[in-house]
């Protein structure tokens, strides 16, 4: 498994290697709502606009693929190598074999955790870069079925001064043996 962990993090090319392929194509774009007009761009535009528009967009969005491969790599990785250490551990102390096992164990397990660690990192920076293009995404779609609503502005929050005490809670019911003066009609038995 380590084997096949280094080989995989040897064959993943550099973001040097992405840039002159274009592979980066997309993935370094960073978009400011603060700075963009009121109106959408989306509002003017035709439907075969908006397909392409959407095509585009699914093309131009980073990809996370490395990232789950990473995790799930990873995950693996420390998996087996927590299981490998616990098992040569427990057969080391037990007899005379030797700790490579255990070594090679633990070396898989810090691997395996560091390769984890990487992923979740990276797959939180895809999540980031991939926000502006599913918004852009889910508002063209919107728009071609025809339920896009724009969004709401957001308000402050606002101060209405001290809030009214909460009102005394009301008085206790009697007790159900309290007479009112009112007797029972019809007797159906007494004992």
């Known amino acids: ?3 096949a962990l280094v080989i995989t993090l040897a064959s993943t090319p550099s973001a040097g290697e992405l840039a002159e392929n274009g592979g980066l194509r997309g993935a370094l774009v960073k978009v400011q709502l603060e700075g963009q007009p009121a109106g959408s761009p989306f509002a003017a535009m035709s439907r075969e606009e908006l397909r392409r528009e959407y095509r ?8 996370i693929a490395g990232a789950v491969m990473a995790i ?5 990785a420390l998996g087996i190598g927590a299981i490998t250490t616990w098992i040569s551990g427990l057969v080391a102390l037990t007899s005379r074999l030797p700790l490579i096992p255990f070594a090679v164990g633990i ?3 810090a691997g395996g955790a560091i390769v984890l ?7 939180r920076a895809a999540i980031a ?8 995404m889910d508002e063209v779609r919107g728009r071609l079925d025809g339920t896009w609503e724009a969004p709401t502005p957001s308000y402050p929050a606002r101060d209405d001064g001290p809030v ?8 206790p019911l009697p007790p159900p043996s309290a007479d009112f003066g009112v007797r029972p009609s019809l007797v159906l038995a007494t004992f």
């Open 56 to 63: 585009r967009l699914e093309e131009d969005r980073p990809p």
């Open 72 to 76: 799930a790599l990873g995950g693996g």
């Open 107 to 109: 070396g898989l397990a």
């Open 117 to 123: 660690i990487i992923g979740i990192v990276m797959l």
């Open 129 to 136: 870069e991939r926000k502006p293009f599913n918004d852009a």
């Open 1 to 3: 498994m380590l084997f």
């Open 164 to 171: 009214a005490p909460v009102p005394p809670p009301p008085p």
